[in-house]
């Protein structure tokens, strides 16, 4: 069965450092996502991302995020300096079109800022 | 924008009996209602969904009901196992957005 995958499963980095993480959605889906977990919280929407560009972003895909899907394969996160509180799982997921609404989430990437 | 908010953050049950988890939302334009289920370290992953036009959808020991007028859908869990225990997210879907809000979450433990 077709899956999203995430990588890395884990960074750390320093406080002020860029972090890119990357997904490869599943290749017939058109809708790509991001969304963040702080620990033992929700499930937060930042971005999703349609036909090479941002169809919608929360108030928390400041200045500091960016999206970029490079190729036909990679949809990617880039968070420019880091802070504290980016430390969070990151979710990528994709779906068919935007009326199915199932998200097929990546098993996440896990970003530690120290 | 969307707020979804859901109740009870968290859930305690013995085995064998049932649990209701409640959500409610705000934007009457959203048409697609998952829940999904978060294992300890792991993803969301779907269990069951309902669609606007649909007041209720079951699968196996899994329901949920829509109240569209109300603005408030909820997941019925029967005859519970300790593997239920998990973090459930209702989330209310925006197609026009094309996005998904989620709501809090709760936690669900089943006692053996």
């Known amino acids: 069965e077709p899956e999203v995958t995430q990588t890395p499963s884990h960074q750390v980095t320093q406080m002020g450092q860029e972090v890119i993480l990357r997904c490869v959605p599943i290749s017939n889906h058109l809708y790509f996502y991001w969304y963040r977990q702080i620990l033992g919280q929700k499930v937060e929407f930042l971005v999703s991302?349609?036909?090479?560009?941002?169809?919608?972003k929360s108030e928390i895909f400041d200045d500091q995020f960016s999206v970029e899907r490079p190729d036909g394969s990679n949809f990617t996160l880039k968070i420019r300096s880091t802070k504290l509180e980016d430390s969070a799982m990151y979710f990528c997921a994709s779906t068919r079109d935007s009326n199915t609404g199932e998200l097929f989430f990546g098993e996440g990437s896990r970003l530690t800022v120290l | 924008g969307e707020n979804v908010e859901q109740h009870p953050s968290t859930l305690s049950v013995q085995e064998g009996d049932s649990a209701v988890i409640k959500c409610t939302y705000s934007d009457s334009a959203s048409n697609y209602f998952p829940w999904y289920k978060q294992e300890l370290g792991k993803r969301p992953q779907l269990i069951i969904d309902?669609?606007?036009?649909?007041g209720e959808k079951k699968d196996q020991r899994i329901a949920v009901t829509l109240n569209k007028t109300a603005k408030h859908f909820s997941l019925h869990i029967t005859e519970t196992q300790p593997e239920d225990s998990a973090v459930y997210f209702c989330a209310a879907h925006h197609t026009n957005a094309g996005k998904s809000t989620f709501g809090d979450g709760t936690t669900l433990t089943v006692k053996p």
């Open positions: 309902i669609r606007s036009n649909v």
């Open positions: 991302f349609y036909n090479n560009e941002i169809s919608e």
